[in-house]
């Protein structure tokens, strides 16, 4: 199987074990210890002895896209797929997303993805377009579908990068995951860079996975934090994809949510209405 799978991973054993072993034995894998402290350093490092995998470990939290990034230059298969460490692989899975790289108008191939308890929760949406923006803003997305944030992956601009497979020629035409963020939305500007290429991007509703979402910065961070920091690079990626219409969307957007926040006044809310004008401001 010609196919390199990064798994990005930090502070956490347990779940980067069940990752690793729910993955086909012939692909590359090579797992990237994102700061861990020495005592899970060292069990990672055993895991991927004994699993065959390759242990990349960084010193210091990167991030998702440096960390991604680091991974990617220590692999060499002609497909990669990167793989958050809090998914299992259904069997199949990684076949079929590998498989759909074969037709070159493919950029991305992402698997349908499943909550702990089964439910199907893939997450995918629009790029924030002035309509879109302004429909956040006024409530019309309540009564228009297609002006909605959220999307059905099928006709989606972009979805969720849990576990998304790509060419390496494709990754290395965008220049890598982009590193703009610490963490968040690296998705969002994946998804825009693919496209940018006139690629499309695949859902593959019969290649499954099962991810346990935030699973990392819940332990770090508060839902609010956590909402907070979602928001802020949704809006700076969006700002990014540049000129005046995406800045009127995004300005859109965030006095939309400052409503929201005002009318539904919980923490949440207040939250993502802090991102969102936040993500206005920062460069």
Known sequence: ?????????????????????????????????????????????ELCAVAGAAYVRSKTNLGYAKGMNL????SGRANVILANNDVIAEPGAVAKLVA???????????????????????????FLTLPVGVAHLTGLSLVIPRLRLIAAPERADWLSGSFVAMRRETLDRIGGVDESAHF???????????????????????????????SSASRRWSQEEIALRKTREFVRASREQGGWRRRAACRAYAYGA???A??????????????????LARQ
Request: hydrophobic share 45%; proline share 3%; glycine share 8%.
């Open 1 to 45: 199987m010609d196919v390199s799978i990064v798994v990005l991973t930090w502070e956490d054993f347990e779940r980067t074990t069940a990752c690793v072993k729910s993955l086909p034995a012939e692909a590359e894998i090579v797992v990237v210890d994102n700061g861990s402290a020495a005592a899970v350093s060292e069990r990672l490092s």
């Open 71 to 74: 991974g990617v230059r220590n």
């Open 100 to 126: 759909a790289l074969d037709d070159p108008t493919v950029g991305a191939a992402f698997p349908q993805v499943r909550a702990q308890d089964g439910t199907v929760g893939t997450d995918a949406g629009r």
């Open 184 to 214: 968040y939305s690296e998705d969002l500007r994946l998804c825009w860079s693919i496209r940018r290429l006139r690629l499309r991007l695949a859902y593959l509703p019969e290649a499954v996975i099962t991810h346990e979402n935030d």
């Open 258 to 260: 400052v409503l929201r």
């Open 262 to 279: 005002v009318v539904g006044r919980d923490s949440v809310r207040r939250a993502i209405a802090r991102g969102a004008l936040d993500g």
